[in-house]
C-alpha cells in the first residue's frame, strides 16, 4: 500500500508540471515576394511547429488555454553566384522570419521574433541555372531551426 501511496503521488505530482499548449492560427503576414498571400505555407509551418513543441517536451492540447500564434513575416531566398572560366559556386541562403505570440491563460501576450536560415552551396564546372526555385530541403531546414528559435525565445 505504501509503494502504491508512493507512486500515486510522484505520477500526480509529474502530471501537474507538465505544460500543455495549443498551436494558434498562422498568418502569413509577408508583403513582397512569391509567397504574399499563399496559404498552403502556413500548413506546413503549423506542422513544423508541432513537431518543434512536441520535440522539446510540451505536450499539444487543443483545448488548452496556452495559445502559441504565429506570423509570418518574411520568407525568400538570398542567392549569390560566382563565376571564374568554366568553375562556379552558387550560395543560396533560405531566410524566413516570424513573430511569436504565446498567450499563458490569461495574463499578457509574450510576443518574439525569431530568424531561421539555411545555407546551400554548390560548386560546379558547368553553369546550369535553376530557375531560382526553392529547395524543398533547405526550406524545411529553415522552418525547423525558425520554430526551434522561437520556442527558445518564448522559453515554453
Partial sequence: MRVFSIFTGLLLSL??????IKI???????MV?????????TFGIKNVLE???QDQGVYLNPNSKNVLELELLF???????????????????????????????????????AKGTAKSISTSTLVIDQGGKFSQANVSTAIKKVCVNL????KL
Fill in 151 to 154: 520556442i527558445e525565445q518564448l
Fill in 33 to 41: 515576394g512569391d509567397l504574399v498571400g499563399n496559404r498552403s505555407i
Fill in 51 to 53: 513537431e518543434a513543441v
Fill in 75 to 113: 520568407f525568400d531566398v538570398q542567392k549569390n553566384s560566382t563565376q571564374i572560366a568554366v568553375f562556379g559556386k552558387n550560395v543560396d541562403i533560405y531566410q524566413i522570419v516570424v513573430r511569436g505570440i504565446y498567450t499563458k491563460g490569461d495574463k499578457k501576450p509574450k510576443v518574439k521574433v
Fill in 24 to 30: 494558434g492560427e498562422i498568418r502569413n503576414k509577408i
Fill in 15 to 20: 502530471s501537474l508540471q507538465s505544460q500543455d
